[in-house]
């Protein structure tokens, strides 16, 4: 088994119903559960400023899955919630699923790249992330609460 982090992130929609029922899915994959979840946050558009805030999370998963086969269930659930990776890079979607981290993977490719390459830019991402695990070491990057106490969180709030 491997610990792996998952973020999750959506801005159409019932973005609240989308991002339950991923984690519900994510804790359905074959040798997979989920260890711990994070918070929920809003936070403002990243990349592309004119769509709606974001809702954000994070989940903490033990998995017997390779990165591969972990990646390609990802991105199933999230073409079960009707996402199309088509268009504009950073635009509105109903959920985004992106794997950050997993323990004792590095890899640097064009469909997979751990760790994800552009957390220590991302509060959206670092905040729930550094609920599960503010020591986690990101090779190359450094550990999760320190990147995050580097960055702007104006316009992050947590969601009761």
Not at 48 to 68: C, W
Not at 119 to 136: H, K, N, Q, T, W
Request: charged share 25%.
């Amino acid at each position: 088994m491997s610990t792996a982090y998952v973020a999750l992130g959506s801005n159409l929609g019932d973005s609240r119903r989308y991002l339950s029922e991923a984690i519900e899915a994510m804790a359905q994959l074959p040798s997979t559960r989920v260890a711990a979840r994070s918070r929920l946050y809003r936070t403002p558009p990243w990349g592309m400023l004119e769509q709606p805030p974001f809702l954000n999370a994070a989940v903490q998963l033990d998995t017997g899955l390779s990165a591969d086969e972990l990646l390609d269930a990802l991105l199933a659930i999230e073409r079960a919630a009707g996402r199309v990776r088509e268009g504009e890079r950073w635009g509105p979607r109903t959920l985004d699923l992106d794997l950050l981290h997993m323990d004792g993977v590095r890899r640097d490719g064009e469909r997979l790249t751990l760790p994800h390459p552009r957390i220590a830019e991302r509060a959206f991402v670092l905040l729930p992330l550094a609920d599960l695990a503010p020591e986690l070491e990101l090779p190359g990057q450094g550990k999760v609460g320190a990147l995050l106490a580097a960055l702007d969180r104006s316009g992050c709030e947590v969601l009761p």
